[in-house]
Antibody, heavy 119, light 108 residues
Framework: EVQLVESGGGLVQPGRSLRLSCTAS????????ISWVRQAPGKGLEWIGF??????????ESAATVKGRFTVSRDDSKSIAYLQMNSLNIEDTAVYFC??????????WGQGTLVTVSS | EIVLTQSPGTLSLSPGERATLSCRAS???????FAWFQQKPGQAPRLLIY???TRATGIPDRFSGSGTGTDFTLTISRLEPEDFAVYYC?????????FGQGTKVEIK
C-alpha cells in the first residue's frame, strides 16, 4: 500500500526556517517525482514545488510564489523527500501535503502537516 | 500560467440528484492533462479523474469526467451521502500546475 507521511510542521516565528519531511513506503521511492502542495486555512490548493526522479535528473522546481525561499530535495536511500522553507512569513501558514507524482499527476497524497507562522 | 475557474462556487443538491461541476481554463490544456479531486474536511484530496475522463482506481462509476481544450466537466450521476464535499479541478499539462478554486457540493 502506498503511504506518504509528512512531518516537521509546527509553530514558527516570521523570518525563521523550517524543514518538512515526507516519508514514503509501499513503492519504489526512487522511481517517482514528489511534489509539495499547500492549503492555507479555509482556502484552495496551491502547488509549490516538486523534485524529479533520478531518471529525469533528480532536479527540483519551485513555484514563483516561493522561489528563492523554498527548496525541495530527496534522499532515495531513506525514501524521504524534504521541503526546506526559509524566510517564512504569515502567508505561508498552511497545511503542507506531499504527493507521489505519476508524470505530473498527483496520484497519491499524504495526510498533511500544519505549519503556523506567527509571532 | 493557466488559470482555472470553477463554477458554481456552491452546489446545493439532495441525495440521489445529479451534480454537474464545471471548470474553464484560460488556455488550452494540452494532452487533456486534467484532473478532478475530492476533499472532505480534515482530509487530504483524493484523485477522482485524470486525463480528463479516466476514473482513478477504486472510484465508483457514478463519477465521470468529460471535456477537452478549455472546458471540462465532472458529473456525479446520483449523489450518495459520502459525495458531499469540495471538488477541485487541476491541470498538469504545464508548469506551474494550477488548481481551480473549488466547488462545494452541499446537502440541500
Amino acid at each position: 500500500e502506498v503511504q506518504l507521511v509528512e512531518s516537521g510542521g509546527g509553530l514558527v516565528q516570521p523570518g525563521r526556517s523550517l524543514r518538512l519531511s515526507c516519508t514514503a513506503s509501499g513503492f519504489t521511492f526512487g522511481d517517482y517525482a514528489i511534489s509539495w502542495v499547500r492549503q492555507a486555512p479555509g482556502k484552495g490548493l496551491e502547488w509549490i514545488g516538486f523534485i524529479r526522479n533520478k531518471a529525469h535528473g533528480g532536479t527540483p522546481e519551485s513555484a514563483a510564489t516561493v522561489k528563492g525561499r523554498f527548496t525541495v530535495s530527496r534522499d532515495d536511500s531513506k525514501s524521504i523527500a524534504y521541503l526546506q522553507m526559509n524566510s517564512l512569513n504569515i502567508e505561508d501558514t498552511a497545511v503542507y501535503f506531499c504527493t507521489r507524482d505519476s508524470g505530473w499527476l498527483h496520484s497519491y497524497w499524504g495526510q498533511g502537516t500544519l505549519v503556523t507562522v506567527s509571532s | 500560467e493557466i488559470v482555472l475557474t470553477q463554477s458554481p462556487g456552491t452546489l446545493s443538491l439532495s441525495p440521489g440528484e445529479r451534480a454537474t461541476l464545471s471548470c474553464r481554463a484560460s488556455q488550452t490544456v494540452g494532452n487533456n492533462y486534467f484532473a478532478w479531486f475530492q476533499q472532505k474536511p480534515g482530509q487530504a484530496p483524493r484523485l477522482l479523474i485524470y486525463d480528463a475522463s479516466t476514473r482513478a482506481t477504486g472510484i465508483p462509476d457514478r463519477f465521470s469526467g468529460s471535456g477537452t481544450g478549455t472546458d471540462f466537466t465532472l458529473t456525479i450521476s446520483r449523489l450518495e451521502p459520502e459525495d458531499f464535499a469540495v471538488y477541485y479541478c487541476q491541470q498538469y499539462a504545464s508548469s506551474p500546475r494550477t488548481f481551480g478554486q473549488g466547488t462545494k457540493v452541499e446537502i440541500k
